[in-house]
């Protein structure tokens, strides 16, 4: 590794990827974030206050600024809108993976290419043409990649959390690669030297995380991820009588004692279904009734434990819960990045 290892992190939000940094215990200098969303940006300023971000569109700065970074790693977690399973996925003729297909192009003209690059976005990036794009670019370039899909309930954190991960590293030899080339699946999930949970896959090798990791005894309980909370504490996160009448049925309900929870997305609370579990404090789940007394949602510093942000992240104290919950729900699992971020930089 260099004497200064730098970092150039895209799409930076709350800086999921520098806490990763740190957690993997890579002695680095983030030279510039970058991220377009002021109240992301508030937050990562307010945890590293030492680190220059900018509020601008990344296809809109000058090749001199890139060309300055001088960075050993990007790290990139582009908007994953195109490719969510929920949304249109209409992947790069969506207007929101235009920055994304600028980086991809960036890779060929910029002349201090990054030694490493780590990606992280939604399952469902992988089925996408974003990633042709994006393979026979680094084919072309010289770099060799490695793509993974990993859930935090390997690593034993009750939060369900799919995503796909790219690695990359420029070591090989560049080729040609033609506008068509296209790259078979060969997703990992397993990390080498980590001793992660392996997932059940079916007859055909298919892998489905959410049948084969989340119930297994190593994952810990969700009660050793939450707050203690005073009784006005609990009052701002409890589930309405209205909105359990409602909604109650379609609800993910956990209890302490659970070894999972659903991925929490920027809907918490805002919407019922698919968006993150809600705790039901006593009873049995399915046989004693949730109530305005024993339901509650999951505070935001819970989820963010539950994604693996250590103890000194923080929000802003003028960030409401819903931005909270918002940004939370942005962000990414900062257990499972920092093991990629380590074999990485260390390994690979």
């Not at 190593?218 to 996160?237: D, H, N, P, T």
């Not at 302490?256 to 997305?265: A, L, N, Q, S």
């Not at 434990?305 to 003028?318: A, Q």
Request: proline share 5%; glycine share 6%.
């Amino acid at each position: 590794m260099a004497k200064e290892f730098r970092v150039a992190e895209f799409y930076s939000g709350i800086g999921g990827m520098h806490f990763a940094l740190k957690e993997a215990g890579i002695d680095s200098h983030v030279v510039r974030a970058f991220d377009i969303n002021t109240v992301a940006n508030e937050v990562y300023k307010h945890n590293f206050p030492g680190v220059p971000v900018m509020q601008r569109s990344i296809e809109s700065l000058p090749m001199s600024l890139f060309e300055a970074l001088r960075a050993d790693l990007w790290t990139m977690s582009p908007p994953c809108q195109p490719y969510t399973r929920q949304g249109l996925q209409k992947g790069s003729e969506d207007q929101r993976a235009k920055s994304f297909l600028f980086i991809i192009d960036l890779l060929a003209r910029v002349q201090r290419k990054p030694q490493f690059l780590l990606m992280e976005n939604v399952a469902g990036f992988e089925r996408s043409d974003t990633r042709a794009l994006l393979l026979r670019q680094l084919v072309r370039v010289g770099y060799r990649f490695e793509e993974y899909l990993l859930n935090p309930l390997q690593l034993c954190y009750p939060n369900s959390r799919t995503r796909y991960y790219l690695l990359a590293k420029l070591d090989a030899e560049p080729r040609e690669c033609s506008d068509d080339e296209e790259f078979p699946p060969k997703f990992r999930h397993a990390v080498p030297g980590v001793d992660l949970i392996a997932p059940a896959a079916d007859a055909q090798g298919h892998v489905d995380f959410e049948k084969g990791v989340w119930h297994h005894n190593e994952v810990r309980q969700v009660k050793e991820f939450m707050q203690s909370l005073s009784a006005e504490e609990i009052g701002l996160y409890r589930v309405s009588q209205r909105v359990l009448e409602k909604h109650g049925y379609v609800y993910d309900v956990v209890t302490p004692e659970d070894r999972r929870t659903c991925c929490f997305t920027k809907g918490y609370t805002h919407y019922a279904e698919g968006t993150g579990s809600i705790l039901q404090l006593q009873g049995v789940v399915g046989k004693d009734e949730m109530t305005v007394e024993n339901t509650r949602y999951f505070t935001p510093r819970e989820v963010a434990n539950l994604m693996g942000f250590p103890t000194d992240f923080s929000l802003p104290e003028n960030t409401s819960i819903k931005q909270g919950y918002r940004l939370l729900g942005n962000s990414l699992s900062v257990s499972m990045v920092s093991i990629l971020m380590d074999y990485l930089v260390r390994r690979m």
